[in-house]
């Protein structure tokens, strides 16, 4: 695919994910809703943190170490968040 065709995509992704976390926290459908609400929300998060580091930072073209060092530190903070928002539960 042609690089500005992977840019317009991934922007396009971007911007409808931002659009629908958004319309959630307005709606209060996150708000206690529970684990499930927040789950997705996670996902969306590390769909967009994905689609940043493959296209934004170039790392589709990177060896492997670079790119799985990024995308590990991105599961690692969001299983960071994840793990203090069940202990805050607690």
Do not use: D
Request: charged share 10%; with cysteine; net charge positive.
């Amino acid at each position: 695919m042609h690089e500005a065709r992977w840019l317009n995509l991934a922007w396009g992704l971007l911007l409808c994910a931002t659009a629908v976390t958004y319309l959630l926290g307005e709606a209060g459908l996150v708000v206690g809703s529970g684990a499930w609400a927040l789950a997705g929300l996670g996902a969306l998060t590390l769909l967009k943190g994905v689609v940043v580091v493959q296209v934004f930072l170039e790392m589709r073209h990177a060896p492997a170490l670079w790119r799985w060092l990024l995308l590990g530190w991105l599961g690692l903070v969001l299983a960071l968040i994840a793990l203090a928002y069940v202990i805050g539960r607690g």
